[in-house]
């Protein structure tokens, strides 16, 4: 879909060993042992492609954007904008004006909360969020809520980790008047039917926020086709840069925020009095200060990159490594998955042990090269309602294989060892 | 065996048969003070019971992971007997060890707590350590104010 991308052949499968290749932190040169890395839900690694676009925009072209006249400014603002474009096609919008460049979907998803929905929430209406959600897409409604005396709601979950929409019928009513949902689960897996949910959000003129930051390395997205009013992920957990993130917005929604910062480059004319003032046009509006023009460059290498490797091959190869490992980990004695029933699908494997604690699990494991994560995972909503405290999980990408889940399996085995004999 | 530079023998020895430990609450204590690190769960009670400005005995409960664990068991010995100013000069040592990412200058550690030394190299792991020194410290002005 983008605008650099080869055609690929679909019907191919995935060769995570040639995709290694791409990867310099993957290299012999780097690494003194075979690194298995599982934290892909945290942060994913960088290909060269993306590396030498970011060094590109240093040693070849740089100057700053939207500001300078000469040739070269020129041409680092063609490629800022060349970015954006990339983007938009990655995500299927309709128009580059929809694309706001951010620091994070942090960034992107507080923009929304305070510059969109503060400004028209009233006591007494109803937010809502998932149980499941990543405390960057809890927090800040959370703090809209209070502080317009609103309520936020949970949409709760069934014992399989789904969304609860049935015993949630307050969902689509006249006091709801915002919903925001993660696509994927940073902790579950489990993946959320965002498009179903706008679509009838839509019907009842609800805007939605899809928070996509954990499904955009592995899941393709077409905001048009999920009829989303907002969507935001970040470029770290999709191969790009740290960083920089991304917020989407329908274009009138967009018009209808306020930017939150205000300086540099977002405004068009600046009176003596804040009220002559006029804001410049859709996203620059979005983006005071000078923009990160070699992480949007970066960010848009990560895109094509991602593209070039096929949506659907990438979505086959980490939904069957996620279920191999959901089940060789089932077969240890001791390892209880998440959720409790049913088997996760996408990209993530959360487990606990009856008697090993997750940092414990998580530090025998890094000591024999395998990284995976151990704590909260920034969702302690949901790990409370699960009445855990903490999880160790794997999360898998393009560049791993079942090697890295026999690693993981030999790590938990070393761990038992250590801890329950 | 693996992870023989953070996971020492003792430490191992004192999580699975840790000293001093309650099941249930810590009963007729002088304080009970708790420490709990949310970013992982970890929760550690410590009851102290004193005797002529002495530390006589201390127990714990809670949950935690093995260091979290073995910390609160080596304390519970390294401090039977340690008179209260002692004791509050061990918990600021501690927290000199365990809290800064550079090796903390000044006494070594004592030979009761020497399986802990190795998180020093592994900071994201302080913490645990931590706790029930904490706990302790807040049991001690408790006890102090009471």
């Known amino acids: 879909m983008s605008l650099a991308v080869q055609p690929i052949d679909d019907s191919e499968t995935l060769n995570p060993e040639a995709v290694r290749r791409d990867f310099p932190i993957f290299s012999e040169a780097t690494q003194s042992q075979r690194l298995h890395y599982l934290d892909n839900a945290a942060t994913t690694h960088k290909p060269s492609a993306v590396i030498n676009a970011i060094t590109g925009c240093y040693a070849q072209c740089y100057a700053p954007i939207h500001r300078g006249l000469y040739p070269m400014a020129e041409q680092a603002t063609s490629n800022y904008e060349h970015a954006r474009r990339t983007l938009q096609h990655f995500i299927g919008a309709a128009s580059p004006d929809e694309l706001v460049f951010t620091r994070s979907a942090t960034e992107a998803i507080n923009m929304v909360a305070s510059g969109w929905l503060k400004p028209r929430l009233q006591r007494g209406d109803v937010v809502w969020v998932s149980r499941m959600e990543h405390h960057s897409n809890y927090l800040p ?17 069934t014992e399989d980790g789904q969304l609860d929409l049935d015993g949630t019928p307050e969902l689509f009513t006249e006091r709801t008047k915002f919903i925001a949902i993660t696509h994927v689960s940073n902790v579950l897996g489990v993946e959320n039917p965002v498009a179903a949910l706008c679509a009838t959000a839509r019907e009842y003129g609800i805007p939605v926020l899809v928070d996509a930051a954990q ?33 989407y917005g329908r274009q009138q929604r967009l018009a209808d925020m306020a930017p939150l910062q205000v300086g540099g480059g977002m405004v068009d004319s600046v009176g003596d009095g804040m009220e002559d003032s006029r804001w410049a046009a859709i996203p620059a509006r979005f983006e005071a200060g000078s923009p990160d023009m070699p992480g949007a460059v970066g ?46 699908a996408s990209g993530i494997v959360s487990f606990t042990h009856h008697s090993m604690h997750p940092h414990d699990m998580a530090q025998i494991a890094g000591e024999t090269g395998v990284a995976i994560r151990a704590g909260h995972h920034c969702a302690q909503p949901l790990l409370r309602h699960l009445g855990l405290t903490a999880t160790a999980r794997a999360s898998f990408s393009v560049y791993n294989d079942e090697s890295d889940i026999d690693a993981l399996i030999d790590a938990i085995i070393s761990a038992q060892k250590v801890f329950c004999e | 065996m693996i992870a023989q530079d953070l996971y020492k023998e003792t430490l191992l020895e004192h999580y699975r048969h840790p000293r001093n430990r309650c099941d249930g609450p810590i009963q007729e204590a002088d304080a009970v003070e708790r420490g709990a690190n949310p970013r992982c769960g970890d929760e550690i009670e410590i009851g102290i019971f004193l005797q002529d400005e002495k530390i006589r005995h201390v127990q714990f409960r809670g949950r935690g992971c093995a260091i979290c664990i073995a910390s609160a068991s080596m304390l519970t010995e390294a401090v039977a007997g340690l008179n209260v100013p002692s004791t509050r000069i061990l918990c600021e040592q501690m927290h000199a060890w365990f809290g800064d990412i550079e090796p903390a200058a000044g006494a070594p550690l004592p030979d009761s707590l020497q399986a802990l030394a190795a998180v020093r190299q592994h900071p994201a792991r302080q913490k645990c350590v931590l706790l029930s020194w904490e706990a302790l410290a807040d049991a001690i002005d408790t006890a102090g104010r009471e």
């Open chain 1, 141 to 157: 409604w959370q703090r809209v809520c209070r502080e317009k005396q609103a309520q936020l709601r949970f949409i709760e979950l």
């Open chain 1, 299 to 344: 960010f848009a290498a990560a895109a094509d990159y991602l593209s070039s490797l096929g949506h659907e091959r990438v979505r086959r190869h980490i939904a069957s490594l996620t279920c191999l490992a959901a089940e060789r980990l089932m077969r240890i004695d001791g390892i209880c998955l998440l959720p409790h029933a049913g088997l996760p």
């Open chain 1, 215 to 247: 499904s955009v390395s592995h899941l393709e997205l077409d905001v048009a086709a999920m009829c989303c009013d907002f969507l935001a992920f970040s470029g770290h957990k999709m191969f790009g840069p740290t960083g920089i993130g991304l917020l």
